[in-house]
């Protein structure tokens, strides 16, 4: 076995890591806490207020019901993680003086796992996504998060203390991470990545927006949980267009689309989804019929449909809902998630398939 770079983060790389996140995290806290510096302490004032916890979906097979979140403009927009949390119709947002708020998910991006949620409220304190910076290795950095769900309500956050080891790039193809993101990360000598920790912030000593924490990522080589966090730079075009298309606040919702004479249906693309029992019953393949356009297509059972065309789908009522405004000749593009990898497909019905008869 080769030697370990002495630039990849010490942490992540002992053998204690599965026992110590804790302490590392207790640690490096008060490590923070305890700096005689006045610029920490100034940063860490100025950035608490700009932090949120988030609330939500969760319980299922042991999944955390919360995560972090980071206010990026002062009507309300907050960047996180795209994640289960946020699969259900009532998110609660906390503020760092307790407020609570229920929010909206305003969009989300699944390739890059960054969503954006909305809530009413005017005047907030923020980061400007137009004043981010990237940084090299080496540079001393501060992390805020809502690790292990310290923070229920006016309490802070957590803040970390440690330094960027390394920049590089995270790519689940490479067999070594189960992720789907899939481009440059800062890797953090800290423990970082815990549960309740993604979507916090990564900021410099000055308060300057780094990255964003990304969900808990472990190494399938070595069995070890990478801490890292997401650059804003590779965040922002996307995070920008979902909040172009959500409408600003007070913006006036546009028109829905004419409903064509004749809709898309599923059953002549040969897709059929699993029974729909649930308000938000995930939008999961069941069957596709043999010799249809799915099937030549590649669609496979339990791949799981998240985007038609540019929309995301969070539930087979929605996904119904969206072809109601589809043209039935027209060519659409799925993105659909198999594992830990996403498929994009185009399909066109047929002009003469009257759909299947039944299930073979």
Known sequence: MSRTPEYMPRLSSSPWIGICGTIGVCLAVATVWAAPSSRIAATIAQVQPKMVKIFGAGGFRGLEEYQSGMLISEHGHILTVWSHVLDTE????????????????????????????????EHLPHFNLQEVVEVEAGTRILAFSNLFKVAMGDEPVSVQQGIISIKTHLSARRGAFETLYNGPVYVIDAV?????????????????????????????????????????????????????????????????????????????????????????????VDWVQEGSPAQAAGIK?????????????????????????????????LTLLRGLELIEVKLKAPPDSSGPAGKP
């Open 301 to 333: 059972p339990d791949d799981l449909i998240i985007l038609l065309n540019d929309r995301l789908i969070h539930s087979c009522q929605m996904l119904q809902k969206e072809l109601e405004f589809i043209e039935h000749d027209a060519e659409i593009t």
């Open 192 to 284: 970082t990545n815990n549960p309740g920790a993604a979507g916090g912030a990564v900021v410099t000593y000055r308060g300057e927006l780094v990255g964003m924490i990304g969900k808990e990522v472990r190494n399938t080589l070595n069995n070890t949980w990478l801490n890292y966090a997401v650059p804003i730079e590779a965040l922002r075009p996307s995070v920008e267009q979902i909040i172009a298309k959500g409408g600003m606040v007070n913006k006036l919702e546009p028109e829905a689309p004419p409903r064509p004479q004749r809709c898309l249906e599923l059953s002549r693309l040969g897709i059929v989804l699993v029974p729909d029992v649930l308000p938000r019953t995930p939008p999961y």
């Open 90 to 121: 009532e998110i609660t947002v906390v503020l760092y003086d307790g407020r609570r708020f229920g929010a909206k998910l305003l969009g989300a991006d699944p390739r890059l796992e960054v969503a954006v949620l909305k809530i009413d409220e």
